[in-house]
């Protein structure tokens, strides 16, 4: 683990507080309920609707889908992770390594442009709230583990003054 992912106690109070507040609470049983929601959604009623469109609607809802399911799994990932150092099964230190953080960002956010409107609209309403809920999940993940670790990162000048204080003994 490098220095930028070493967990000072503060911050691991920080992720443990986190794990265990209602925020916490609130966000997994969305983000579980919406992974299940979708799942029922993908095999039942979207693939019968699927079947009804046209060829480049039929790739775009296919791409989609694709993009919806990566980002509701790195959600998914990212919400268990913090349960395990809620419960204990996962200390804070590891939950900042960098395989429990979300990734498959360029995938997970997509581009700029808004998916079709031939898309049916059981899908673009996943769609939109898994890109809600993720941009929520990468918020916390962000204040968390990147800007808390440039928090506590030292100071490139006050690093060499106290290296010359070191040096002279003053």
């Known amino acids: 683990m490098n220095d930028a992912n070493t967990v000072l106690p503060w911050r691991a109070d920080v992720i443990q507080d986190f794990a265990r507040s209602?925020?916490?609470?609130?966000?997994?049983?969305?983000?579980?309920?919406?992974?299940e929601e979708t799942a029922a959604y993908l095999d039942g009623a979207g693939r019968q609707e699927s079947k009804l469109l046209s060829r480049n609607a039929a790739?775009?809802?296919?791409?989609?889908?694709?993009?919806?399911?990566?980002?509701?799994?790195?959600?998914?990932?990212?919400?268990?992770v913090q349960r395990a150092v809620r419960e204990g099964d996962m200390a804070p230190d590891s939950a900042c390594?960098?395989?429990?953080?979300?990734?498959?960002?360029?995938?997970?956010?997509?581009?700029?442009?808004?998916p079709s409107d031939d898309l049916p609209a059981g899908l673009l309403i996943l769609l939109d709230r898994s890109r809600r809920l993720y941009e929520r999940v990468r918020h916390l993940d962000r204040r968390m583990y990147v800007e808390a670790a440039e928090d506590v990162a030292p100071h490139p000048v006050l690093s060499q003054l106290d290296r010359l204080k070191s040096a002279f003994g003053t």
């Open 97 to 114: 390594e960098d395989r429990y953080r979300l990734a498959a960002e360029e995938v997970c956010r997509g581009g700029e442009e808004e």
């Open 22 to 35: 209602e925020l916490f609470e609130r966000t997994f049983q969305e983000g579980m309920e919406l992974v």
């Open 59 to 80: 790739l775009a809802y296919a791409s989609e889908s694709m993009r919806l399911t990566t980002r509701l799994m790195q959600v998914a990932s990212w919400l268990l």
